[in-house]
């Protein structure tokens, strides 16, 4: 009788422990998980967002194809520069230069200054050119924040999902503990089976398995996160603290937001705009630019003189008129049409993807949680306390334990793709 009783009381405290979640961390209720260092890093997702901001390696590669673009617009902007040239000529081979200094030397000088005068409109198009792929530069940096942005949230909400899984598998490792402490007492009394001992034993070390892996794959979620907030060094004490999304957020998503106003359309429609101004600049090729030139001559070969004179000089369309050049750029322009038509449609395709995954996330939590998860707690408590009494088997027992886990890992799931999903419509329909 006091066999029984002991027992009745073991298990007992393994029906509380449904109800109660320990204040301590996994690491110290699970002594088999990795050590840990005691000092914290808690981040809200906005001080996450922030350090994001400051730390994130893409969006700094980002802004240097912005400096680099700028760069391209005022070299774009520049006129020609001018040339100088001097010149020797006349020089007699038989009577040499003569005697005296240079310029009493025997010989013709020519000094020349020459500049190329564009036609055609070219200069500014290359400024119209350079100015869209500036444009696209900025969309560009704004679409990876975009990127970038959605893969933070999804990084957070990983961790706190792998927190949270982390904490369910080790109390249900706690839980079995108990349960192989109070079968063991039992045993002895010859209350139950050494087969039913042994698959107490079979499922504490699942458990305590599921544990392990559990706290891996944390470790993981917060290099994940660490590498995204440039907080590399301090991966290991990266805690996501923030709650998850209320489900009521996203219920109001809709897939009728317009693309047209998303940075990677926006992108792709501005190199469209410098593709046609690089073919207008082709078909200007076939403007003669002009060279203009003046020069003054020093001649002490006869009679010491001194002139000047211009010049001026235009290329001769003898063999080609820049074919090649203008169906490259009537093929890029092509090209640049096919490519911003291509990410309008994935840009709508997104968004309504996007829209339509969120309802289906909300949909499963708000099913989770509106009397799946107390049923199933429920279930096992009652089969808990009736197996403490011996009213139901060890198998029994067993199944509503996994089931109740299960149920408990689901919900965690479901928040997790919620909040991810409400991240994702964000990010697709972002402006």
Excluded at 20 to 48: G, H, K, N
Excluded at 199 to 225: K, P, T, W, Y
Aim: a neutral charge.
């Amino acid at each position: 009788m006091c066999l029984l009783v002991t027992g009745a009381a073991l298990a007992a405290e393994s029906v509380r422990t449904l109800d109660v979640v320990p204040e301590a961390s996994p690491s110290v209720v699970f002594a088999a998980s990795a050590s840990r260092p005691p000092e914290r890093l808690s981040l809200t997702l906005a001080e996450a967002e922030r350090l994001w901001t400051q730390h994130n390696r893409e969006l700094r590669l980002a802004e240097v194809a912005i400096a680099g673009a700028e760069g391209d617009a005022r070299a774009a902007a520049q006129v020609p520069n001018p040339q100088a040239s001097l010149n020797m000529a006349s020089i007699s081979p038989q009577d040499g230069f003569g005697a005296g200094s240079v310029r009493q030397k025997r010989m013709d000088s020519v000094a020349r200054l020459e500049q190329l005068i564009e036609r055609g409109g070219k200069r500014d198009l290359r400024m119209q050119a350079a100015d869209a792929l500036l444009n696209a530069a900025r969309n560009d940096r704004d679409d990876v924040g975009r990127q970038q942005r959605r893969a933070l949230y999804a990084a957070y909400y990983d961790l706190l999902l792998m927190q949270e899984r982390e904490r369910l598998t080790v109390e249900t490792a706690a839980l079995y503990r108990k349960s192989q402490a109070t079968s063991e007492v039992r045993y002895r009394g010859g209350d139950i089976s050494a087969a039913d001992l042994s698959r107490q034993r079979v499922e504490q070390l699942r458990a305590e398995n599921d544990a392990r892996q559990a706290v891996a794959d944390a470790a993981r979620a917060r290099v994940a996160l660490a590498y995204l907030i440039g907080q590399e060094k301090k991966a290991s004490s990266l805690v996501a603290a923030d709650d998850w999304p209320a489900a009521t957020q996203g219920s109001d998503a809709a897939a009728g937001s317009d693309p047209s106003r998303r940075p990677d359309v926006r992108a792709d429609m501005a190199r469209l705009a410098a593709a046609e101004k690089a073919r207008d600049l082709a078909r200007a090729l076939k403007t003669r630019d002009i060279t203009v030139g003046v020069q003054l001559e020093h001649n002490l070969t006869n009679t010491p003189n001194n002139s000047f004179g211009v010049g001026v000089s235009a290329p001769l369309f003898a063999f080609h008129e820049y074919e090649g050049e203008i169906a490259r750029a009537e093929a890029d322009l092509q090209a640049a049409r096919e490519m911003a038509a291509q990410t309008l449609a994935q840009a709508q395709g997104e968004i309504d993807q996007a829209a339509a995954d969120l309802a289906a996330s909300r949909e499963r939590r708000l099913r989770l949680e509106g009397g799946l998860l107390d049923d199933a707690a429920r279930v096992a408590r009652a089969a808990e306390f009736a197996y403490a009494r011996g009213a139901t088997s060890l198998l029994e027992l067993l199944d509503a334990r996994r089931t109740w886990r299960q149920v408990q890992l689901e919900a965690a799931n479901a928040r997790a793709d919620h909040a991810k999903a409400l991240a994702a419509w964000r990010a697709a329909t972002a402006e």
